[in-house]
């Protein structure tokens, strides 16, 4: 398995921005952001493949960018606009295949990054 390192996180007011990275010990085809609020099921924010195709959940299209920088392994998320609701850990998830949408199943997984919005 890949091993993922996020980082960015922080805690910012609602309307504030934030870039999100993650670094991959090895090249990786699917790549994707997720998040978790207490008390709440994991869900898709943002997924990226090798080639740039990505999917983003309604809750963050048009408030949140995925990218990714292939030569150095490393996957972004950035956030503007932030809401409370937001507010979750982030996890960096990686697949071994091309096509990446939410429902692909992820095999490797970060050690999350908070980002709290406060109102």
């Known amino acids: 398995q890949v091993q993922l390192v996020e980082s960015g996180g922080d805690s910012v007011q609602a309307g504030g921005s934030l870039r999100l990275s993650c670094t991959a010990s090895?090249?990786?085809?699917?790549m994707g952001w997720f998040r978790q609020a207490p008390g709440k099921e994991r869900e898709g924010v943002a997924t990226s493949d090798l080639v740039g195709r990505t999917s983003y959940a309604d809750s963050v299209k048009g408030r949140s960018t995925i990218s990714r920088d292939n030569d150095a392994n490393t996957l972004y998320l950035q956030m503007n606009s932030l809401k409370p609701e937001d507010t979750a850990m982030y996890y960096c998830g990686a697949a071994g295949v091309e096509r990446c949408p939410f429902d692909v199943t992820f095999t490797s997984w970060g050690q999350g990054t908070q980002v709290t919005v406060s109102s």
């Open positions: 090895a090249h990786t085809y699917c």
